[in-house]
């Protein structure tokens, strides 16, 4: 899944824009059939979109769209930024916080030290054109470095092995010279669940057998691909699993990619996330729901996802491209798609 969140308007760009040469007028507002013959108008952006609203903590933004020519349809997308001004070029280290078409957003805690900026495309047939509002000042707040959570101290991620136990302070579930796998997932992202029930079901089998172990590096950027932020909620709700009862995290995992909703949609809320704790048999339930509901590790959750996207991966020269990403010694699984067999291959390949 792509983390630009440019690259998930340009997606509905082209869908819509796919329609309209199908249906043979165009978008709604552009040139009605009738006048197809008439000269067309290019779509400009005469005046920036805007953000109106005081950039802090709890207060609600409302952005304008701008003022553009040519009856484009308009397609907005909030986005939080690790510095100020975006441009197209450099939105790839953005991240999109609110589902498309939003007008309005709710400044949280997460986007503390970073800048969010109201992006629009208008669209007209198969062209489309990008405008960024000037970004906020940076959101106010604690913004120092947020400690790991319990048992995620592995470039924070959680490390598990036999029997899927994880690696604590207590515990060395697996002691042999094996390989180590570093896989970044997002909650939200569809990719990840066809990885995960394909050629990655390799990964906790082998991880549980004692013959490889798994670091788990939760991270959150679709929150714009549902409609209640599900991204971000899902990966605080397995962080709270993973740092108080860390054996029950692949467990808890397994059910959040079951009921990952689809892009559009809202997601499973948090009392469902509580129901799945629950269900994989947390001990201390009132302290895994003060967790979930009380968004305890939100603000960790985003400054990791922040250091993946915007440092290089250890052993690696650049940041995460999008998920799923896995690594061994290094060495960037292709996202081939193969089968199971296929996967463990290709870490036999790059171990040995």
Same mark, same amino acid.
């Given at each position: 899944?792509?983390?630009?969140? =440019?690259?998930?308007?340009?997606?509905?760009?082209?869908?819509?824009?796919?329609i309209?040469?199908?249906?043979?007028?165009?978008?709604?507002?552009?040139?009605a059939?009738a006048?197809?013959?008439?000269?067309?108008v290019a779509?400009?952006?005469?005046s920036?979109?805007?953000?109106? $609203?005081t *950039?802090? =903590?709890g207060?609600?933004?409302?952005g304008?769209?701008?003022?553009?020519?040519g009856s484009?349809k308009?397609?907005?997308?909030?986005?939080?930024?690790?510095?100020?001004?975006?441009?197209l070029?450099?939105?790839?280290?953005c991240s999109?916080?609110?589902?498309?078409?939003?007008?309005?957003?709710?400044v949280r805690?997460?986007?503390?030290g970073r800048?969010l900026v109201?992006?629009?495309?208008?669209?007209?047939?198969?062209?489309?054109?990008?405008?960024?509002?000037?970004?906020?000042?940076?959101?106010p $707040?604690?913004?120092?470095?947020v400690a790991?959570?319990?048992?995620?101290?592995?470039?924070?991620?959680?490390?598990?092995?036999?029997?899927?136990?994880?690696f604590?302070?207590t515990?060395?579930?697996?002691?042999?010279?094996?390989?180590?796998?570093?896989?970044?997932l997002?909650?939200?992202c569809?990719?990840?669940?066809?990885?995960?029930?394909?050629?990655?079901?390799?990964?906790?089998?082998?991880a549980?057998?004692?013959q490889?172990i798994?670091?788990?590096?939760p991270i959150?950027?679709?929150?714009?691909?549902?409609?209640?932020?599900?991204?971000?909620?899902?990966?605080?709700a397995?962080v709270? =699993?993973?740092?108080?009862?860390?054996?029950?995290?692949a467990?808890?995992?397994?059910?959040?990619?079951?009921?990952?909703?689809e892009e559009g +949609? *809202?997601?499973p809320?948090?009392?469902?996330?509580?129901?799945y704790?629950a269900k994989?048999?947390?001990?201390?339930a009132?302290?895994?729901?003060?967790?979930i509901?009380?968004?305890k590790?939100?603000?960790?959750?985003?400054?990791? +996802?922040d250091?993946?996207?915007s440092?290089?991966?250890p052993?690696?020269?650049?940041?995460?491209?999008?998920?799923?990403?896995?690594?061994?010694?290094?060495v960037?699984w292709p996202?081939?798609?193969?089968?199971?067999d296929?996967?463990?291959?290709?870490?036999?390949?790059?171990?040995g």
């Amino acid at each position: 899944m792509p983390k630009n969140p =440019v690259t998930l308007i340009r997606r509905l760009a082209a869908a819509a824009a796919m329609i309209a040469v199908v249906a043979g007028g165009s978008l709604a507002g552009g040139i009605a059939p009738a006048e197809a013959a008439a000269k067309p108008v290019a779509v400009v952006n005469k005046s920036l979109p805007t953000i109106k $609203g005081t *950039a802090k =903590v709890g207060s609600t933004l409302t952005g304008t769209l701008g003022t553009w020519t040519g009856s484009p349809k308009l397609v907005a997308q909030w986005i939080v930024c690790p510095k100020p001004n975006v441009t197209l070029k450099t939105s790839s280290a953005c991240s999109a916080v609110a589902a498309q078409g939003q007008t309005k957003y709710k400044v949280r805690s997460s986007d503390i030290g970073r800048y969010l900026v109201f992006a629009v495309a208008g669209i007209k047939g198969p062209k489309y054109v990008f405008a960024f509002s000037k970004s906020t000042k940076k959101i106010p $707040g604690d913004a120092t470095p947020v400690a790991p959570p319990n048992n995620f101290s592995f470039n924070n991620g959680i490390r598990l092995g036999t029997n899927l136990q994880a690696f604590t302070s207590t515990n060395t579930p697996t002691t042999a010279d094996v390989p180590v796998l570093s896989v970044y997932l997002d909650f939200q992202c569809p990719f990840c669940k066809q990885a995960l029930e394909g050629p990655l079901s390799a990964v906790d089998s082998n991880a549980s057998s004692g013959q490889w172990i798994v670091e788990y590096h939760p991270i959150s950027f679709l929150d714009g691909a549902g409609t209640n932020k599900y991204s971000s909620r899902a990966a605080n709700a397995a962080v709270c =699993v993973g740092s108080q009862e860390p054996d029950k995290f692949a467990a808890f995992s397994d059910l959040l990619f079951a009921n990952q909703p689809e892009e559009g +949609t *809202a997601g499973p809320v948090d009392s469902d996330l509580i129901a799945y704790a629950a269900k994989v048999g947390v001990q201390d339930a009132e302290a895994i729901s003060a967790c979930i509901t009380g968004q305890k590790y939100a603000s960790w959750v985003a400054a990791s +996802t922040d250091a993946a996207l915007s440092k290089n991966l250890p052993g690696t020269k650049k940041p995460l491209q999008g998920t799923p990403t896995v690594m061994v010694k290094g060495v960037l699984w292709p996202n081939n798609f193969g089968t199971a067999d296929d996967f463990a291959a290709w870490v036999a390949s790059v171990s040995g």
